[in-house]
């Protein structure tokens, strides 16, 4: 069974206007690390955003934002007024505390196209 | 400069010659880990390796080796090149290979591997 899950392939949002980039999970594991990264066309891998599942709150940092659901197992990522340089691919990736070791799992990806 | 170093950037190959991709990283991080991106299956793990002499195979380890005799290095070796090893490839490293849920895994800047 797919851990992460990236329904949309790809978001089309203007240039100013918020969107949110779904991600879904899966696991038993109540001690767990959800974490967005950025991909860029020039293919480095930019980390966004943390969320642990014992947080209380939803993560933020700056313009990111994480919608955290832990009972319908989600964590959708939501940028607020979008930007050119926001074009990218994005990925959602979990780590699970019972694995032992440093493994993220990662989600197919969604690509978003900022336009002016 | 905190980094994780990969060479080359790009490599195009033919089949079945031997090549090496390296990783290198200059903070004294103790696990290192090689993922390959393919589209519409994001990343997936290839092989880690939690410390020096200490290695193990993660989910796609077929027609890979590594190996880890120093700290910083952790050099992903192709003996004998397929066409379906074509993909981008990330050397990830962290400070622990304990899976603290928060500790997030630091990122090369991808090869891009083409084999003919």
């Known amino acids: 069974a797919q851990k992460i899950t990236q329904t949309q392939p790809g978001m089309f949002v203007q240039e100013k206007e918020a969107v949110t980039l779904d991600c879904t999970y899966d696991?038993?594991?109540?001690?767990?690390?959800l974490f967005w990264y950025k991909q860029p066309s020039s293919g480095e891998m930019i980390f966004l955003i943390y969320?642990?599942?014992?947080?209380?709150q939803n993560a933020t940092e700056g313009r990111y934002s994480l919608n955290f659901q832990k009972a319908r197992k989600s964590a959708n990522l939501v940028i607020s007024a979008s930007q050119l340089g926001d074009s990218a691919m994005y990925f959602c990736?979990?780590?699970?505390?019972?694995?032992?070791?440093?493994?993220?799992?990662f989600g197919t990806g969604t690509r978003l196209l900022v336009s002016p | 400069e905190a980094q994780v170093t990969q060479n080359p950037r790009y490599l195009i190959t033919v089949t079945g010659k031997k090549l090496t991709v390296t990783c290198s990283q200059n903070m004294n991080h103790e696990y290192m880990s090689w993922y390959r991106q393919d589209p519409g299956l994001g990343l997936r793990q290839i092989y880690y390796s939690m410390n020096v002499e200490a290695t193990d195979k993660g989910d796609v380890p077929e027609g890979y080796k590594v190996s880890r005799k120093e700290k910083r290095n952790f050099p992903l070796i192709l003996e004998s090149p397929s066409p379906n090893q074509t993909s981008l490839y990330f050397c990830?490293?962290?400070?622990?290979?304990?899976?603290?849920?928060?500790?997030?895994?630091?990122f090369g800047s991808g090869t891009q591997l083409s084999v003919l």
């Open positions: 969320q642990g599942s014992y947080d209380q």
């Open positions: 990830a490293s962290s400070l622990t290979p304990q899976a603290a849920t928060n500790e997030k895994l630091f």
């Open positions: 990736a979990m780590r699970e505390v019972n694995t032992g070791f440093q493994k993220l799992v």
């Open positions: 696991t038993s594991d109540p001690s767990y690390g």
